[in-house]
């Protein structure tokens, strides 16, 4: 069982950065993939960034060179560090470890606005 608590949304301005982190418990965390995804209003989720144990990344292409996902394996932690934002940007982002099973953290709102 792996429990995933993210942090860092909020409410910031276009070409603005914001960085979000997410704490996973449990063992074996170099083993997950981790990644984060992203659900506006009306829409469905969908993934924005994912990075393997060995440091792996794969991006939407909406945010590639924008924002950059980063593990420490040793402290057990998925970074997304987002910048340039644009109004498109605003979801709920959702902090995502797969591996034998999916886990979810509860999210956190991102809102790009002036």
């Known amino acids: 069982q792996v429990q995933l608590v993210e942090s860092g949304g909020g409410l910031v301005e276009p070409g603005g950065s914001l960085r979000l982190s997410c704490a996973a418990s449990?063992?074996?965390?170099?083993?997950?993939?981790m990644g984060w995804y992203r659900q506006a209003p009306g829409k469905q989720r969908e993934l924005v960034a994912r990075?393997?144990?060995?440091?792996?990344?794969d991006y939407a292409d909406s945010v590639k060179g924008r924002f950059t996902i980063s593990r420490d394996n040793d402290k057990n932690t998925v970074s997304l560090q987002m910048n340039s934002l644009k109004p498109e940007d605003t979801a709920v982002y959702y902090c995502?470890?797969?591996?034998?099973?999916?886990?979810w953290g509860q999210g956190t709102q991102v809102t790009v606005s002036s």
């Open positions: 995502n470890a797969q591996f034998t099973a999916r886990y």
């Open positions: 990075v393997s144990g060995s440091d792996i990344t």
């Open positions: 449990g063992s074996f965390f170099r083993l997950y993939v």
